[in-house]
């Protein structure tokens, strides 16, 4: 029997790797293309032609012209930089900030703990688009403002997390040996605490990554991110939502591409979960 549970465990093992080296590939790809998009638009993403507004998907256009004139193809992939580059640059804000939180919470306990979790419970009380919705629209708008407003709003989860992580290192032997040997705090926290509890930290942002970028598309699509003419996908599809029955692929261009952007880093940040899962990696 102990044979075909080790043969079914080192398929699934085999299985993950797998699916880690696809995944990871085609976000790496997305992200490479992405920041050299200023190379591969085929047109101008801003320059201007109403004698061609809304011309129809063609070899010469691939995606069509919106109601300037302006090729979607360039403006997609144009937009992929500002989208996906923003939404790594809030990922890594509250990634630092909350787990800053959670380890510090953690580790000192008492009165800071009490305060910090009290906040973070007020945070967690209310739906995080909603509540980004109401900080972002007191800023002023503008995509800065809606990194800002998300940031602002969506740390909690990651303080919870290297909470409950430093909680359970604190009462280890060799933290307890390390501070016996007169370790001090900052270099017991970040030679003993942080490396210990970065594995399931990352594996939270990298499932985060999808959700951000949907919800800083949904800001700038209410008018509380990215401002038209600049090319951003939320703001693309707010811009042009009113052709979504004249000339549909105008919206749907950038749409699709969010979905496919999504998709890409769920499915990555699925497979980054159970490679980091004991059972998975045959331990």
């Not at 008492?110 to 007020?122: A, E, F, N, P, Q």
């Not at 949907?214 to 693309?236: T, V």
């Not at 699925?270 to 998975?280: E, G, H, L, N, Q």
Request: hydrophobic fraction near 50%.
């Amino acid at each position: 029997m102990r044979e075909p549970a080790f043969r079914t465990q080192r398929v699934k093992k085999n299985n993950v790797r797998r699916r880690l080296a696809v995944f990871g590939t085609l976000a790496l790809v997305l992200l490479v293309c992405s920041f050299f998009s200023g190379r591969l638009t085929p047109y101008d993403p801003y320059l201007q032609d109403l004698g061609n507004a809304k011309a129809v998907p063609s070899a010469a256009h691939l995606l069509g012209t919106d109601r300037y004139g302006r090729d979607m193809l360039s403006r997609v992939i144009a937009g992929s930089r500002t989208s996906i580059y923003s939404t790594l640059v809030l990922v890594a804000v509250i990634t630092a900030a909350g787990t800053a939180v959670g380890v510090i919470c953690g580790w000192n306990g008492k009165r800071i703990d009490t305060v910090l979790m009290r906040i973070s419970d007020i945070f967690l009380a209310f739906p995080g688009l909603v509540f980004a919705l109401a900080v972002a629209g007191v800023l002023g708008g503008g995509l800065q403002n809606a990194i800002i407003a998300l940031a602002a709003v969506s740390w909690p989860k990651y303080a919870r997390v290297a909470r409950s992580q430093t909680l359970a290192l604190k009462e280890t032997p060799f933290i307890k040996a390390a501070i016996l040997s007169g370790c001090g705090t900052f270099r017991l926290l970040v030679r003993h605490i942080l490396p210990n509890i970065i594995g399931p930290v990352l594996v939270t942002s990298v499932l985060d990554i999808g959700t951000m970028m949907m919800e800083l598309a949904g800001l700038s699509f209410l008018g509380l991110g990215a401002k038209p003419p600049a090319a951003e996908w939320g703001s693309m599809m707010s811009d042009t939502r009113s052709l979504l029955t004249t000339a549909p692929w105008v919206t749907l261009a950038p749409g699709f591409a969010i979905f496919i952007s999504v998709m890409i880093f769920n499915l990555l940040g699925d497979t980054v979960r159970d490679y980091a899962d004991p059972k998975s990696r045959g331990r």
